[in-house]
C-alpha cells in the first residue's frame, strides 16, 4: 500500500502560478470555489494608495479650512490584457471543477465583456444542467457615460458539480427591506425579503475601512453571502485568483477555511497583512511554507 495522502491544508496564502497549485491538489478538497479572474479589459489595472497629513502648504484643503498635503504610499496592480483569454481560463477551469467536492459550488465572477463566452466554456466543462444561476451584482458609483447606457454591474456564473444535490442554505440568506413596505404589512416588512438573482451592493469605499489599496478589490458583503449560503462552517474554500484576499476573510469571519493562489507578490503581501489574524500559512511558489503558525501538511 501506498502512503497516506497528506490532508488539505485548513488555512494557506500561496504564492504561484494557480494552475500549477490546482494540479496539486487532490480531488474533491474544496465545498465553495469563487474566482475572480481579470477580466481582459486589455488595459492595466492599478490603484494608488494614498494618506493625508497636516500641512499649511499642502495642496488639498479639508473640514474648518485646515491645509493637508497628499502622501502617495504605493501602488498596486496588473496588466489585464490577453489574447487568449478563454484559452487562459480553460485549464483552470477544468481542475477548478476537478477539485471541488460532490456537492460543491463554482462561483466565477466577470463582467460584461467575457461573461457570454465563459457561460459557453462553463457549459462545456460542467454541462449544462450544472448551470444553476447567474448573479447580477449591481451597483451605482462612479462616471457615467455619454454616449452608451453606463455599465454598472458585474456577473456571477453559479456552477454545481452535481446539479440534483448541492450546499444551499435558504435561511442563511440575509434579508433586504421592501421596497414598498406599505403594501405588505407590518410583519412582513419588518422580516424583509430575500434578494433575487439581481444583488445591489455597494463597492468597497474608497475611503472604507474595508479597503486594502488593491485593484479590482470585490466587498465583502457579497462574498459573505456566497459563503453563508452555499458552504457549512468547517468547509475548506478556494479562490485561485485571491487577489486582496477578500474571499478568505469572508470565509474565516464565517468560521471556514481558505486557500488563497495569487501570482502578484503584491497581492500576496497584502494578503498576508489583511488576514494575518486568522493564522494562515505563507506558501512560496515551491511549495514550502515560509511562515506558519500550525505547520499543517502541504498539498
Known sequence: MGAPRPPAPRRQIIFGDNLETLRRIPDNTFA??????????NRRQARTRLRTVRDRNGDRTGFGGNRYRTVRLGTT?????????????RPRLEEARRVLTATGSFFLHVDFREVHYAKVLLDEIF????????IIWAYDYGARS?????????????YAKDPDHYTFHYDEIDRIPY??????????????KT???????????PTGKERTGYATQKPLGVL????????DPGDLLLDFFAGSGSFGEA???NRRDFVLVDNNPDAVRIMADRLGRFGPDLVNCEGVVERSVSQPQLL
Open 77 to 89: 496592480g496588473f496588466d489585464d490584457r490577453y489574447d487568449d483569454y478563454l484559452g487562459f481560463l
Open 146 to 158: 455619454k454616449s452608451r447606457w453606463s455599465p454598472k454591474h458585474d456577473n456571477l456564473l453559479w
Open 179 to 192: 421596497l414598498a413596505p406599505t403594501l405588505v404589512g407590518a410583519e412582513k416588512a419588518a422580516r424583509g
Open 195 to 205: 434578494p433575487t438573482d439581481v444583488w445591489w451592493h455597494t463597492i468597497v469605499s
Open 224 to 231: 459573505e453571502r456566497i459563503v453563508r449560503v452555499h458552504s
Open 127 to 134: 454541462g449544462r444542467d450544472s448551470f444553476i444561476n447567474e
Open 32 to 41: 465553495l470555489i469563487y474566482v475572480d479572474p481579470p477580466f481582459n479589459t
Open 251 to 253: 470565509a474565516a469571519r
